[in-house]
DNA sequence: TGACTGCCGTTTCGAGTCGATACTAAAGGA
DNA sequence: TCCTTTAGTATCGACTCGAAACGGCAGTCA
């Protein structure tokens, strides 16, 4: 394609941004908080604090305190101190805050795709992933994948579950196994 | 795909809207100011008021006219009455904004576009126009196409003119055929 | 046992977005 | 001429964002 098509290419990326952020807006929620919700929802235990928060938003971590206290305040969220490192916190969803996540209107999105074709939505799916992966790794941020497709990731099994972090050397549920965890790293190359 | 992972799917849409507005945030100007300076740059002429911003934008007037009125103080636009209808209003970049269209950090994404392989490029295209044609018509608005794809859009030669808008009965340079009108009607169906 | 260092989270500041509402002014029909 | 519709502006409160200053706390090195 030439250049002036990948620029219209360019161009409905930035439509479908502004399109997820004026369903977020127009539901009550501002979209950070939305994203907020969604990652606190989808992450583990591990990574549900501040400072992974700010790295998985690539917002400063002023930014994020207020959010979170935003969220607070309409008692969505919770934030305590970590008993571990008194320094640190851990964030997580009231019951009214995953009850409110039933609404997301990121929904609307999952319904839209299921109407393309199987293969059609397997191969948008693969670009938007070497699209989002790229550009990430090109400003040196994280990609905060799954766990189970982290290279830290081992099958073996340890006190009752059935797979282990070889980074933190902690035991994982299959649930676990699907969270997002800051510490990720792609077991696949970065080709 | 299975709900989850379509719903992985639309995390990774999330996350592109969340890169784009970030990188336009860390340029100077607020995401949806370089969303304004990029659709002054390639709208027609009957497409530059506020009004029709409004509705690309699919944001309030008030907002717009907010919007507005902090490029004019920064200099990159102007906004002047229209002489045909004085309630409305004609925006225009100025050489400044301009000039300052060529740092737009959207231009990051064609690069990336362009790594991947020619059929997947054209795949990924057709995919995102789809979603986002199909998103903007269930909430009932424009697609704001570009004028040479529009049922209005005519190859009859005229006033030395190639081209012809038979909606506005005006004649049609080459360039102008090329940009975003704000009354454009796709040529082929919505089905 | 200290002091030094670096990290984590909070607070505050100024510019800006956003939706809602109220407002002004111009166009256009009856 | 009056009245309605339409286009754009002004103002308010809640929120985002980056930057910078601040305080708490863990770990290290002396």
Redesign the interface.
Known sequence: ?N?K??????????????????DAHSSGLA?VQW?VL?YLD?ANEFSRSSAALTAY???TKGTVSQTVKALEQRGLVTNLPSKQDRRRNRLSLTATGKKLLLDDP?????R?????P?T??????E??????R???QSQGRQAFGMCRDCKYFGREHENGQPHYCKLLEVPLSDAASEQICFEQVAAYGQE
Chains 1, 2 share one sequence.
Do not use: C, Y
Request: glycine fraction near 6%; charged fraction near 25%; aromatic fraction near 4%.
């Open positions: 394609m250049p098509d990948l620029q219209a290419t360019a161009g409905l990326l930035e439509r479908i941004g502004r399109l997820l952020a004026t979209p994203e969604r989808r938003l690539g917002s990121m929904m609307v999105w999952p839209a795709l299921n109407a393309l199987e059609e939505q397997q191969r948008f799916h670009t938007l992933e070497k699209l989002v790229d550009r990430l």
